[in-house]
């Protein structure tokens, strides 16, 4: 909504007057709140009228309105209006219509809306937020009768800038307990995202994003490892990012200049894949007309990247061997010898060593490739970087669709680190591009993301006939092992607040040196 004038120059003189009732204290759900007892929403006796914001404002509280019926009987006190000015989060106020009946300094900040022109409209209007049409918070409040806390959800302000925010929601009743409102306190937390960002930018390798510690040793002597000519093998489960880890290796070697040529080596029957590795020359088979140049060929003084190598027949193991002995390969059809200058970065999500052990993949190549191993853990094994990949991977899809989606919410958030990610990080990079299709802008909320998700989290272990203090104890027990006792990033999983998890295990007696923590 466009201000009509810069707030700085419109000074407090043309903030509408708050009015307080006695009658209507502010309540927390089913809570009556004592703090600011009698704050109200209609304007002060003997101010000067604003067309629109006065005017309108007594129309709309006349009649059978309980809200109007007090507060023209009553005013903010001064001290209640410091205390409310004074205060770093927005409050506001809203009577059973959604339109806004007061709104503080913070508030006015926040939105770039001074309160002239906010009280009086609808709260959508004002917040325009990506929440506003299908899941309004106040109106869940005012619906159920349940506060709502911390919940994110991304605004509209007045200068077009969307911004994230964090709000609180509880209902406003008049001294007889009918409801009369609802009453939104929300913190702006652009700078606390752009803080997160900045540091987010530090856990940044190449093209890899990571802050756990196993991949961060990984980052430390990947230069080294790129920059010496040994054979690379790289071990993890699909989806782990192999793929991603020898691009960089290839980017941070001497052969950087030269091609990066990838094949999975699994997806190929054995004469197409030898074929494919080595080339042919026409004649060599029905099919080949013309002399095709093959994978080594073409990442000549490059790197060539063999993917699922485990998959490998036991005949074409005999011929990479010799390749990565003598260097040295015939075209398929060919008696003529070539040689070969590429480097080889292998990859395999099955245990190769075990491969070995079973008599299906050959010692002495196993022994050729293993020069240098990287491992890369599961995501489930690295739950701290859910929030950064999910970010690295907004950020690249709002380039490409030319978006705007500022994050995840704390629910969804809390959703992906209770999920455990089998198809690890390409599953989590495909469970954000559906939510892109879904999400306009602002936060993703859970409701963009597939149902599958939400089953998993919903899905609670057998009670076991335990009672509900042992099952809170249970949950958090397994959240923390899950999360290696961080109690930041278990909390976090666990949708609550870091000082209540805190809490919470000094009720339920959990502590760090807790000897079930092992059962
Ligand atoms: N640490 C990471 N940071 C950013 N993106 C990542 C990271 N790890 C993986 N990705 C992305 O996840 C997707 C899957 O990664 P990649 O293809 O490298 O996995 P893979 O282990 O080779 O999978 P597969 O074994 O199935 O071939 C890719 O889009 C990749 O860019």
Redesign the pocket.
Known sequence: MPRKRPLKSMGRNFRPMKTVSPAMPWCSGERTFHGFSGMCVSRAAGLPARPGAIHGKETLLGGENPVAQSAKQHILSPQTETILDSIADGVFTVDLDWRITSFNRAAEEITGVSASDAIGRPCCEVFRANVCESTCVLKFTMETRKPIVNKSVAILRADGREIPISVSTALLKNASGHTIGGVETFRDLSLVETLRKEIDRQYRFQ????KSPAMLELFAILPEVARSESTVLIQ?E???????LSRAVHSLSSRAAGPFVAINCGALPDTLLESELFGHVAGAFTDARKNRAGRFAQAEGGTLFL?EIGDVSPALQVRLLRVLEERTYEPLGSSRTVTANVRIVA?S?RDLAQLVAEGSFRKDLYYRINVVKLELPTLARRKEDIPL?AE?FIARLNKLRNKNILGLSHEALAVFMRHNWPGN??EL?NVIEYAFILCRGGLIQPAFLPEYLHAHACVLPDSGGLSLRDNEARAIRDALDRNQWRRMATARELGIDKNTLRRKMKRLNIRADDPRRDE
């Open positions: 093209d890899i994003v990571s993890g699909s989806g782990t990012g192999k793929e991603l993917d990859a999500n990949l690295h990080i390409r990079e």
